[in-house]
């Protein structure tokens, strides 16, 4: 089992930066790569970036390149997600999520991709 927890959401001006953290914990030698999506309330959960522990591979869904980055630190077992340039509509709930088996074709923006998944963090974008 995995257990992620997601940290730093919170109240910002639009324009501002924020960066969220999962931490993982339990078994997890065996992640292969992170993920982050958003769900605005009554919508489906959107795919925002991907990224594999193994080499740092990152992969972004075309309305946040240029402005969010994703990263790992491997010893902390954290994945981040830093935040730039925030509009109002980037406001929903970010969840991580963990992809703890083996793939031969990555396909990050698919929910069932992955086997885990945090509770998430509320990011609320003021205009």
């Known amino acids: 089992q995995v257990q992620l927890v997601e940290s730093g959401g919170g109240l910002v001006q639009a324009g501002d930066s924020l960066r969220l953290s999962c931490a993982a914990s339990?078994?997890?030698?065996?992640?292969?790569?992170m993920g982050w999506f958003l769900q605005a309330p009554g919508k489906e959960r959107d795919f925002v970036a991907f990224?594999?522990?193994?080499?740092?591979?990152?992969y972004y869904a075309e309305s946040v390149k240029g402005r969010f980055t994703i990263s790992r630190d491997n010893a902390k077992n954290t994945v981040y997600l830093e935040m730039n340039s925030l509009k109002p509509e980037d406001t929903p709930v970010y969840y991580c999520?963990?992809?703890?088996?083996?793939?031969?074709?990555?396909?990050?923006?698919?929910?069932?991709?992955?086997?885990?998944w945090g509770q998430g963090t509320q990011v609320t974008v003021s205009s």
């Open positions: 339990g078994r997890t030698f065996s992640n292969y790569a």
């Open positions: 999520a963990a992809r703890s088996r083996p793939y031969a074709v990555p396909l990050p923006r698919r929910g069932d991709f992955y086997d885990y």
């Open positions: 990224i594999t522990w193994s080499n740092g591979f990152t």
